[in-house]
């Protein structure tokens, strides 16, 4: 797998704040690389350095064999974009934009095949401002195919989405790349980053903490499974779980419980018996595999949406 | 090339879609144009109505003027009032003759003049009516003056030629229309004054002519339609600030920043697509100013294009310099008003440059509004100068220098 993307040491500080504190990763051709981490975590600074929007302070960022600090219009001429805010010309149809956006590119997809790739045939000729958020986001995504790119770059391509939009605008990504493109996105939905992504950067203040596919993630740091209850009756912090046979690790977000266990039936067992005891019930209860929001608990003690 | 044209477009489509900008671009203007047009329209002088008293309609005298004036006004019946004197004016005819005071040769020549051209007729349409009737109508508006001939007329006549003394005779006007009732006065003046030399038989010996120095007979309209466009066109070139700054804080600058277009093509683009609306609002308002108001635009129609371009670009410059401070779109709106209102009504553009007070002059003098103001109105109705064009275009061009250094220096893409 050759590499489209190589990034070593890069480095960008705002005065004090270190949005991005010595990064280095590569992206290899054709997978879906996913950056993951909170809000301000420093990906979008990441990206758009990539992009060629913004300068680094330091470190070396290669693009498709080329330097990116100095030869942006090239790098530019092979990639595609979609940036956080999807605002465009709000006056112009769908249609519009993309030819519009076509004349900057000497060769480029014809609209109709972009139209048809992201689903907005019924909406070709409408008013960009009179798109819904995901017809804009895949309006945006469109726009960033134009030029029949290498890679992509899409900034929290699904931020603010209802589910079903969410779901529609994965399946265009996927497309994407069975085309033959790389993807590299950002995303702080754990559930987007474990469906799409061959590979997931967990990024938090600047760093990059952990860099795997999500199944090696999640077993690298979780042989265990989850199991997540509420407790009524008795005030949850009065008591110990650490105890239960085969816990290893106990969470507690407000009213919700999570104990990471390596055995489900011993613990469930242990669990039920020391409610009868000392008196609470266990309500909403449910098991389930660790997730990257577990990882990303475990090696930042924060959960990601906070 | 292709990206430039495809830009070029795209902004002009997003302009004709937008209502607002069409409406403050296109329609206001001449809107302005047609109110401006109607306040400040000069008065209809072509015909006065004048009612007539006669105090005593058996006064001979006074009965054989109104008869007269009657003979050379500009309507043929039709009256205010439904007096029908012609019976009245033949009785009168046929006293004067008999007491010698009107000879056959006036009365040819009275037939002559009757019978003479419209234009030989003076510009009023006389009628009589009783002196409540007339005095009414004068205070409705429906009579520009009234005239009254006092009962014992024919006596003080008489006695005026004994004792050398004038017979007054009063004439009411409706003194709040000042320009009509200056020309008014002017020939109800030279009626009496024939009327003085058809009694007492004297010769006219001097024949004054009144002639305006400047070749130009320029209405308060063909100041204004030169001053719209520059106005026009400088809203015109602020509200690129409003435009850039928007496309600059929805990130739109930052997601073409992300292609190969050069920058270049993309402020090329917009000042091409301004320039295009600059040519339809100059060709609006000329056609509207012509249509309506028959201001005549000179054939001088390539400085009025290179002015038209001159300004444009000046304010386009202006406004990108506003773009570079403003940091969203509403306080670029605001920077832009608090530039464009004072401009607006210190500039000489829609009032005389007189009119500005002396200690505010020197502001006058540094504005280019007040240049392009000047100029377009040379230009364009053949205006007397204010300043020379060349210092017009130098101060024009020399605004337009420092702004683009200054929004060079300072313009931020993000």
Aim: with cysteine; aromatic share 10%.
């Amino acid at each position: 797998m050759s590499a489209v993307v190589e990034v070593r040491d890069l480095r960008k500080y705002y005065g004090e704040i270190k949005a991005v504190d010595g990064i280095s990763f590569t992206v290899g051709r054709g997978e879906i690389f996913g950056m993951l981490g909170p809000n301000g975590a420093g990906k979008t600074t990441t990206v758009e350095i990539i992009e060629g929007l913004r300068r680094a302070d330091s470190g070396q960022v290669t693009v498709l064999g080329l330097d990116v600090r100095r030869q942006p219009d090239a790098v530019k001429a092979r990639i595609g974009v979609q940036l956080q805010t999807t605002a465009l010309f709000p006056r112009l149809t769908v249609r519009e934009v993309l030819n519009l956006f076509r004349s900057f590119f000497p060769q480029s997809r014809e609209a109709d095949e972009l139209i048809a790739m992201v689903n907005l045939q019924e909406k070709a000729n409408t008013l960009t401002k009179e798109l819904s958020g995901g017809q804009r986001q895949r309006l945006s995504v469109a726009l960033a195919l134009v030029n029949q790119p290498e890679i992509i770059f899409l900034d929290e391509p699904t931020t603010g989405l209802d589910p079903q939009a969410r779901r529609s605008l994965w399946e265009v990504i996927e497309q994407v790349r069975s085309a033959g493109a790389t993807v590299f996105l950002t995303t702080h939905y754990m559930e987007e980053a474990e469906r799409l992504c061959d590979r997931v950067a967990v990024i938090d203040h600047g760093r990059i903490i952990a860099l795997d596919s999500p199944e090696a993630l999640i077993r690298a740091h979780f042989q265990e499974r989850a199991v997540e209850f509420e407790i009524n009756g008795q005030q949850a912090a009065s008591f110990s779980l650490e105890d239960l046979p085969a816990v290893t690790q106990v969470r507690q977000d407000g009213k919700t419980i999570t104990l990471y266990t390596n055995d489900v039936e011993a613990t469930l067992a242990a669990l039920f018996e020391r409610g009868q005891r000392t008196g609470f019930q266990v309500d909403a209860l449910h098991v389930r595999r660790a997730t990257l929001e577990d990882v990303f608990l475990k090696l930042t003690g924060r959960r990601i949406r906070d | 090339m292709r990206a430039l044209r495809a830009l070029t477009v795209a902004a002009v489509k997003e302009y004709v879609r937008d209502r607002m900008a069409l409406f403050w671009t296109l329609a206001f203007p001449i809107l302005f144009i047609l109110i401006f047009g109607l306040l400040f329209s000069d008065p209809d002088i072509s015909g006065f109505r004048v009612g007539v008293v006669l105090e005593d309609p058996e006064d001979m005298a006074a009965a054989g003027f109104y008869c007269q004036m009657e003979a050379m006004d500009r309507d043929e019946g039709g009256e205010a009032f439904p007096a029908d004197d012609r019976e009245l004016c033949q009785r009168a005819l046929e006293r004067a003759i008999a007491a010698g005071y009107v000879s056959s040769d006036t009365l040819r020549l009275r037939q002559q003049e009757q019978a003479g051209s419209e234009e030989a007729r003076l510009p009023l349409y006389i009628s009589r009516g009783s002196r409540e009737e007339v005095l009414e109508a004068l205070k409705q508006g429906d009579l520009a003056a009234a005239i009254l001939f006092p009962a014992d007329f024919q006596l003080q006549m008489g006695r005026a030629f004994v004792r050398r003394e004038p017979v007054p005779i009063t004439i009411y006007y409706d003194a709040s229309q000042t320009t009509r009732a200056q020309v008014l006065q002017g020939i109800l003046g030279g009626l009496f004054e024939r009327f003085d030399q058809m009694v007492t038989q004297r010769p006219r010996i001097l024949a004054p002519r009144f002639q305006p120095l400047q070749a130009e007979h320029l209405r308060t309209i063909d100041y204004m339609v030169p001053g719209i466009l520059a106005v026009s066109l400088m809203q015109l070139g602020l509200f690129a600030a409003g435009t850039v700054v928007s496309l600059r804080e929805r990130q739109i600058l930052k997601r073409l920043g992300a292609t190969p277009l050069p920058r270049s093509v993309l402020v090329t683009s917009q000042v091409l697509f301004r320039l295009i609306i600059a040519v339809l609002q100059t060709v609006l308002i000329i056609v509207v100013g012509w249509l309506v108001f028959r201001v005549e635009v000179g054939n001088r129609l390539g400085m009025l294009a290179l002015f038209v371009f001159l300004g444009a670009l000046t304010f386009i410059a202006m406004g990108y310099v506003v773009a570079a401070f403003a940091r969203t779109e509403e306080s670029s709106v605001a920077i832009v008003q608090a530039i464009q209102f004072p401009m607006m009504f210190l500039s000489g553009v829609y009032f005389p440059i007189d009119f500005v007070p002396d200690w505010m002059q020197p502001v006058l003098y540094a504005l280019p509004l007040t240049y392009l103001g000047d100029a377009l109105r040379q230009v364009m109705v053949e205006a007397s100068a204010w300043k020379p064009l060349w210092l017009d275009g130098l101060v024009l061009s020399a605004w337009l220098v420092v702004s683009l250094t200054i929004s060079f220096r300072f313009f931020r893409w993000e």
